[in-house]
């Protein structure tokens, strides 16, 4: 590894921690703008002020909110998240089921999805200009244009109320046998997949097209190279960091879509236990599980940019 390259890694790394920190303060400071009062909401309308002022001095929301978010952010450090006001829980406690159960709908999610965006952005690339082609790209603009809580919603109306074939919910922990798996992840894999595989789709495509058009392709096309050979030979090495950032930055687009997904499906995953918390006005709860979120998304694309780096061949 040459300097350059160990200082292109060192710098996005850096911007990493940067944002990190950056979208920390910003976490933080959104979830104290939240209306309600927390206090009040969790000890009921018929509390009396000086129960709800004592319940405020107890979780400290009485100090100012930068010393609130200092204590937070050591907290963090520390791999402390917090107690949880509503439950009078560790946060990490309530939060490690859930996170598994995330992790599953992403993993089962990204296994359908980047298979089959990988094959179809590549082959149109090939094909490109044909009716294939065409149709390819008609369905993944019209997918992107559909949001996901319409996709969801389709789903359950077709599968789960006329076919009657899916139920409308997804609880993981109902999973017994295989067609339980198939059961219980089939409608939040399938709307995820959409949406995840279209951005997929049409970013892969423009990866290979470009390296297509470079003199070197060309020039491997002059010389008699068969076209499936050209791609997979030539161009497909040398788009290797275009795309490894399309699959890093469509899976980080599961982070947003599942949110919407966990809720409409009642799936038991980090993205519901977030949105039950905001009723609650659970702040180290909504904290948390945003932070996780974020924590997920920098990963991804930082991982796809040091990739991005390292594949580079004028880097080497």
Not at 185 to 191: D, H, L, Q, R
Request: charged share 10%; hydrophobic share 55%.
């Amino acid at each position: 590894m040459n300097n350059r390259v160990l200082s292109l890694a060192l710098s996005r790394l850096l911007i990493a921690f940067i944002t990190l920190m950056i979208v920390s303060f910003a976490v933080f400071f959104a979830t104290t703008l939240l209306p309600g009062d927390t206090a009040s909401i969790l000890l009921g309308q018929a509390a009396t002020p000086e129960a709800v002022e004592g319940l405020r001095k107890a979780m400290h929301l009485d100090e100012p909110a930068i010393f609130r978010f200092l204590r937070w952010i050591v907290g963090l450090v520390q791999g402390d998240l917090g107690t949880s006001y509503a439950n009078e829980m560790p946060v990490a406690d309530l939060i490690g089921g859930r996170f598994v159960n995330t992790l599953k709908l992403a993993g089962v999610t990204a296994l359908f999805s980047v298979p089959i965006a990988l094959t179809l952005g590549i082959t149109a690339a090939m094909l490109r200009g044909s009716l294939y082609d065409r149709a390819v790209t008609v369905l993944t603009i019209g997918v992107i244009s559909v949001p996901e809580f319409m996709i969801a919603t389709s789903a359950v109306l077709v599968f789960a109320v006329y076919l009657q074939w899916l139920p409308a919910l997804s609880v993981a922990n109902e999973v017994t046998s295989f067609a339980d798996l198939l059961r219980i992840y089939a409608m939040p894999v399938i709307t995820l997949t959409f949406g995840v595989s279209a951005q997929m789709i049409r970013m892969t495509r423009a990866a290979v097209i470009e390296t297509l058009n470079t003199p070197y392709v060309e020039m491997a096309l002059l010389k008699g190279a068969s076209r499936p050979r050209m791609v997979f030979r030539h161009a497909l090495p040398n788009a290797l960091g275009p795309i490894v950032n399309a699959v890093a930055l469509s899976l980080s687009y599961l982070l947003g879509g599942v949110i919407i997904v966990e809720t409409i499906f009642n799936y038991p995953g980090v993205a519901k236990l977030m949105v039950d918390a905001v009723a609650t006005r659970d702040l180290p709860l909504i904290q948390s599980c945003a932070m996780i979120f974020c924590l997920g998304y920098l990963l991804l694309t930082t991982t796809a940019d040091l990739i991005a780096i390292l594949s580079n061949p004028r880097l080497r």
